[in-house]
């Protein structure tokens, strides 16, 4: 699975792990930077845009910004995906892009996609408790574009694009170089940077809680194809649902919605439990033992640094009410 050699010295083994998280939370600070840049570069590409003949707010315009949104989402994460593979020490790609599907893969579609499900309705209680009090948190906004090249590339933009890159980046490069260190270990590390990736305390648990699923799949697997497909159809439910949106009434539209919720909830609950039965949760680790706790050895300066950055824009989707 790895090129770690267990035959070395405490001192050898733990010099390269430190390094390699070291990687990581690297590539994870140019993933964060890059994710601040990247709207100022779209802007200012939009303007030169205009300088050349758009119409500002035109749907020529609109279409273009979206194009160029699409690119640089892209290159937020697929750079800090090669620079991670180029420089980490180990490299134990056992999780590759090749097109494998786990069994019982539409019951593990409905699992996956329920569990995030209950999770977002467990965010929208703390998120009332929290307004109770006098703290609202932010959510995402789309506008609905009006003609279909618009709703391609929003749906480009939205469900195909973060489903490809989030994947390469999250569960195929930083979950496959952790693996060595435990399975479960590298599972919701994976996890809990895909998390913290997102800056947005209304999407903190449901992101966790789909990471940890979706780095299972993956394993299963030892593919990212089939969490592409998961993450796709997950992103693509809010796309759905702002359609729905557009072209019904505003009680035909709770009523909607709050079925395909409920719907996907009973049967994320269900597949869990059945999957649970048939062992789709059971991972078996290495026959080795490692002279040192990866988790303690976690803390770095630079992980350190990822998550307090985070935590701080994090800050941006707060308000007082």
């Not at 910004?65 to 690119?71: A, T």
């Not at 937020?76 to 590759?96: D, G």
């Not at 090249?149 to 469900?159: A, P, Q, R, T, Y």
């Not at 048939?278 to 490692?290: C, H, I, S, T």
Request: aromatic letters at 14%; charged letters at 10%; glycine letters at 6%.
């Amino acid at each position: 699975m790895s090129d770690i050699n267990f035959s070395d010295t405490p001192n050898k083994s733990i010099i390269k792990y430190r390094k390699t998280v070291d990687i990581i939370a690297i590539g994870l600070l140019l993933q964060t930077t890059l994710s601040q840049v990247a709207p100022v570069l779209q802007s200012a590409l939009c303007k030169v845009a205009v300088f050349l003949g758009f119409n500002e707010g035109s749907v020529s315009y609109n279409n273009f910004s979206s194009i160029v949104g699409i690119i640089l989402y892209a290159l937020i994460f697929l750079l800090p995906a090669i620079f991670i593979s180029s420089y980490v020490p180990s490299k134990s790609y056992v999780i590759s892009c090749k097109a494998k599907l786990p069994k019982n893969f539409v019951s593990v579609i409905f699992m996956t996609l329920g569990c995030i499900a209950v999770s977002g309705s467990i965010t929208i209680i703390i998120k009332v408790s929290l307004e109770s009090i006098g703290i609202g948190l932010r959510g995402y906004s789309f506008a609905m574009p009006d003609d279909i090249l618009g709703l391609i590339l929003l749906f480009v933009s939205s469900s195909v694009v973060p489903a490809v890159v989030e994947e390469i980046l999250f569960r195929k490069t930083i979950l496959g170089n952790l693996l060595p260190y435990g399975k479960w270990f590298a599972i919701i590390v994976s996890a809990l940077c895909f998390s913290l990736m997102h800056s947005n305390p209304s999407q903190f648990l449901y992101t966790f809680i789909g990471g940890i699923l979706l780095a299972i799949v993956a394993l299963k697997c030892s593919s990212v194809f089939p969490t592409i497909i998961i993450h796709f159809l997950n992103n693509s439910l809010s796309i759905i649902y702002m359609i729905i949106e557009k072209y019904t009434s505003e009680n035909m539209y709770y009523v909607i919605v709050m079925s395909i919720d409920m719907i996907l909830q009973l049967c994320g609950i269900i597949f869990l439990c059945v999957l649970f039965g048939k062992g789709f949760f059971e991972l078996e680790e290495e026959n080795y033992v490692l002279s040192f706790s990866p988790t303690k050895n976690l803390v770095r300066i630079f992980f350190i640094l990822y998550v307090l950055y985070s935590l701080f824009l994090s800050l941006g989707w707060v308000y007082i009410i």
